[in-house]
């Protein structure tokens, strides 16, 4: 059990839902209260842009309607669970980026497919993933807005240069026990383009050095299978995503200039076949 909620952005879309059933779900599991918060500068919404899980007309509602959908949504879906609702009049960013300094995890919904799309992705929920104050899982994968227990059975980690040490190393590993599937920790290689004549399985053998750090701190009754994959970390990590119910990647934090995303975070955000997590890492 916890006091600490978990937080999803919500604006009327079925993605937006979705997150809330998902988040919904990992409330239940981990004993957390679930805060539904609604952030935006306009006045209201057309009614077209609500998703169809409500009784109201598809006319032009007032925003707080938003939360409200959301809300019954929650509670038919687990209802069990604490829910609170929060309307903002401000940017979704800067508001959902507060929200974290108080948040066990941030969850965001992905509209889906296309240019316009990763446009809208890349509008809030990297800027979210990259300045927020705890975990922030974008729900990827799913493109028919139906969130689902999950059916592969294992949590990926994308490991580090520190894996056993990290955040995300441990929020992958708790997260794999409360589900009870398996942890798989990759970690790419590839021999530098100037290392003309130095043995490939040099930096294998570093690469699998990094696994064994994993396994050696992992907690006990974890089960988890390290793999090294051999180009680049982004390829690998979206290729094992199709085998994953959650991805997880670390962001780096340097104090004074806030998270360090990098390629391969934005990359996994973007093209994931599952829902990807992101933790913020200390230098």
């Known amino acids: 059990m916890t006091d600490l909620p978990i937080v999803v952005g ?17 409330a239940a599991r981990r004993g957390a209260p679930l ?15 609500l998703a169809p899980d409500r009784d109201e007309p598809p006319e032009r509602m007032l ?12 509670r038919r879906r687990r209802p069990d669970v604490e829910v609170t609702t929060e309307v903002l009049p401000e940017e979704p ?12 995890l941030m969850v965001l919904g992905c509209r889906g497919r296309g240019e316009i799309a990763e446009a809208l992705l890349g509008s809030v929920s990297v800027t979210v993933a990259g300045h927020a104050h705890c975990p922030v899982v974008v729900l990827r994968g799913s493109h028919d807005n139906q969130a689902r227990a999950g059916i592969r ?8 240069e520190k894996p056993a040490e990290s955040a995300a ?4 590993a708790e997260e794999a026990l409360l589900r009870g599937v398996p942890l798989r920790v990759v970690r790419a290689w590839r021999r530098p383009v100037h290392a ?17 750090e994993v396994l050696r701190f992992a907690p006990a009754g974890l089960d988890v ?17 199709r085998q994953a119910d959650l991805l997880v990647v670390g962001a780096r934090r340097r104090p004074g200039h806030g998270l360090q995303l990098g390629r391969v975070a934005h990359g996994v955000l973007h093209h994931a076949a599952c829902p990807v997590a992101v933790v913020p890492e200390l230098s």
């Not at 919500?10 to 990992?26: F, I, K, N, Q, T």
């Not at 805060?35 to 842009?49: K, T």
């Not at 299978?225 to 690998?236: C, I, K, L, S």
């Open 35 to 49: 805060r539904l918060v609604h952030a935006s500068l306009w006045e209201r919404y057309e009614g077209g842009l």
């Open 153 to 160: 059975g294992r949590v990926v980690l994308g490991a580090g």
């Open 63 to 74: 925003i707080e309607d938003i939360a409200a959908v959301a809300s019954r949504r929650a």
């Open 196 to 212: 003309t004549g130095e043995p490939a399985d040099v930096h294998e053998r570093q690469a699998a050095e990094i696994l064994e």
């Open 93 to 104: 960013d800067y508001a959902l980026i507060r929200e974290s300094r108080a948040a066990l």
């Open 10 to 26: 919500v604006d009327g879309s079925e993605p937006s839902l979705r997150a809330v059933d998902w988040a919904a779900d990992e």
């Open 225 to 241: 299978d390290r793999r090294t994959v051999e180009g680049y970390a982004r390829d690998a990590l979206i290729a094992v995503s």
């Open 169 to 172: 190393a441990r929020f992958a």
